[in-house]
C-alpha cells in the first residue's frame, strides 16, 4: 500500500500550475490504485464434456450393463484381442494393424467389467496409452486378419461413434476356431474404441451366432463405450 501524507500533498500542490497540479493528482491516484493491486481474473470455464481421466472410475458403468446378466471385474493388463479369443502371441496381416486391434495389450494401469449373458458376453475397459492411432495408420487398415492356433478372424472398420473431445474407432470380426476333430465353432466380436487423454476405453459384444438366444444388439457397443468415457471423465452423466 503506498501511504499518502494528505497535508504535505496540499501544501505542495498549492505551489504547482493547474496543469502541473492534474498530472500530479493523476499520478497519485495511480500510485495509489496500484498499491491497492488487482483481484486476479476469474478461471476461464471449463467444458463440462472435458475432464480429468480416471480408470477407476468405470466401476460406475456397471448400473449401465444389460440387466440379469453376471457381471466381474477386471484388473491388470486387459487385452481387446484376448477379449475376443486371440492369445498371447497372436498375429495381424498386415501386421502394423495390429495396434488398432489391440492399443493396450500390456498395460498394468487397466481396469474393467465384464458382463455376461444369454445375448452374448460385453466388456467396458479403460488403460493407459502413450497415444492414439496415427489417421494414417487407421486409413491404411479398412480391413486386416487375425490368426492365433487354431482361431483366425477377418476384421472390418466400421463407422465409429461420435464422442466430443475423443478419437474414435471401430471394428467388427467374425471369427472362425477350428480344431483337430474338424468341428468348428463361430463368433461375432463387435469393438469400438476412444482415445482421451492418455487412456484408451473401450466396449467389446462377443456373441455367438449359433445360439437359441437373441444376441445383444450391436448398438449396445457404442453405447457403453458413450457411458465408460463419461464415467472416465467424472461427468454428471455417470451419476455424480
Do not use: K
Request: charged residues 15%.
Amino acid at each position: 500500500m503506498v501511504r499518502v501524507r494528505h497535508g504535505h500533498v496540499h501544501r505542495h500542490l498549492a505551489a504547482q500550475p493547474l496543469s502541473s497540479r492534474r498530472a500530479l493528482i493523476a499520478l497519485l491516484c495511480i500510485a495509489w490504485l496500484g498499491g491497492c493491486g488487482t483481484s486476479p481474473a476469474p478461471p476461464a470455464p471449463r467444458d463440462p464434456g472435458v475432464g480429468r481421466v480416471d480408470p477407476a472410475s468405470i466401476v460406475t458403468v456397471g448400473s449401465a450393463l444389460p440387466a440379469g446378466y453376471e457381471v466381474a471385474a477386471l484388473d491388470g493388463p486387459i487385452s481387446a484381442a484376448a477379449l475376443i479369443g486371440f492369445g498371447p502371441g497372436w498375429a495381424a496381416d498386415p501386421p502394423r494393424c495390429a495396434a488398432l486391434a489391440d492399443p493396450a495389450p500390456a498395460a498394468p494401469g487397466a481396469r474393467g467389467l465384464s458382463a455376461s449373458g444369454p445375448g452374448g458376453t460385453v466388456f467396458v475397459a479403460a488403460a493407459p496409452v502413450p497415444a492414439p492411432p496415427d489417421p494414417g495408420l487407421i486409413a491404411g487398415c479398412p480391413t486386416w486378419t487375425m490368426t492365433f492356433v487354431h482361431t483366425s478372424a477377418t476384421v472390418t472398420q466400421s463407422p465409429p461413434p461420435v464422442i466430443e473431445g475423443a478419437q474414435t474407432l471401430a471394428w467388427r470380426a467374425p471369427a472362425t476356431t477350428v480344431v483337430e476333430a474338424g468341428s468348428r465353432t463361430d463368433s461375432n466380436a463387435t469393438a469400438a474404441f476412444a482415445f482421451l487423454d492418455g487412456h484408451v476405453a473401450f466396449a467389446v459384444l462377443v456373441t455367438d451366432p449359433g445360439s437359441a438366444e437373441p444376441p445383444l444388439d450391436d448398438r449396445v457397443v457404442a453405447e457403453l463405450l458413450a457411458d465408460t468415457v463419461a464415467a472416465l471423465r467424472g461427468s454428471a452423466a455417470a451419476g455424480e
